[in-house]
């Protein structure tokens, strides 16, 4: 099996936050759900945080042979 070529460098996880954060829309998941759904929400001007706790695209999103249910 190949790996994605999303998943080929190392990941590097990024530091706690040390502040108080804020957003219109919070998304739970960095999988292609919760990708595109921000992408579409910043688009139209919204303030987006993504909450992924690894990799993005790196659960069933990443594993799925391309398949879209």
């Known amino acids: 099996m190949t790996t994605p070529f999303w998943l080929d460098e190392p990941y590097t996880p990024r530091a706690p936050l040390q ?14 759900t919760g990708i595109s759904a921000a992408h579409f929400l910043a688009a139209r001007g919204c303030k987006v945080a993504v909450v992924e706790r690894g990799e993005l695209a790196s659960g069933a999103s990443g594993r799925n042979a391309g398949f879209l249910l």
Not at 19 to 32: H, M, P, Q, S, Y
Request: proline share 0%; no cysteine.
């Open 19 to 32: 502040e108080a954060a804020t957003a219109d829309v919070a998304i739970v998941g960095g999988g292609l």
